[in-house]
């Protein structure tokens, strides 16, 4: 057979390694599960013996995969801010035009907001941003990056307004949103209800200057 013409064959990965590839990410699921429980039941104080334990590993195992709690924290808030980008780019999704995307970002915050208030896990996982540095650069990229979707949904309804404008519209917007969510939990219940309609005024308040902005241009330039 003439070996240059060979048709080469297609490598796969051997079924051994697949399975363990499947086991490490059940391991990890198992371990990332375990510290949200026990943060959601104890606060920020859970041990990594209390993790190793809860989710039935190692500590060999533990460490293999998270080199200390910090990492287990970092990919905790990892996974909330990926659930909290999905709901968001499914409520934006729907919008049709200002108005529409308006009504959008407020049911968001609504569930956002419900969320935080019966889930312990919100509390503490905020409790350990507030402490750690690279986690709240990683939670203020995370408003940014929620920001320049928001952006590129209501961006076509404010074509005249400043880029720049909209992107911190839409960034503020996530980042006092998340922030409201903690304060009302830290606060009477009486006064914590009340900041959620104080908030979705805000929100339209917010995207009717971008409006009265786009309105303003228009006009000028004719």
Known sequence: ?????????????????????????????SILTAATELIAEQGVDVTMTEIAQRANVAMGSLYQYFADKSA??????MQHNAAVRLMLHDYASRSTDAPSFVVAMESA????FALHQQDPLFNGLWSIVQTDAELQRIDIDDSLQ???????????????????????????????????????RGIPPTIGTQTRPVFRAMIRDAFAALQAEERQRVDRDG
């Open 146 to 184: 929620n920001g320049r979707y928001l952006q590129s949904v209501c961006a076509p309804w404010f074509p005249h307004v400043d880029a720049d404008r909209t992107l911190a519209a839409c960034a503020l917007v996530m980042q006092l949103a998340m922030s409201t969510a903690r304060f009302a």
């Open 72 to 77: 287990i924290h970092r990919a905790i808030l």
């Open 109 to 112: 915050f609504e569930q956002y």
């Open 1 to 29: 057979m003439d070996l240059e013409n060979r048709p080469l064959k297609t490598t796969k990965p051997p079924i051994r390694r697949r399975a363990r590839q499947a086991r490490s990410k059940t391991t990890v699921q």
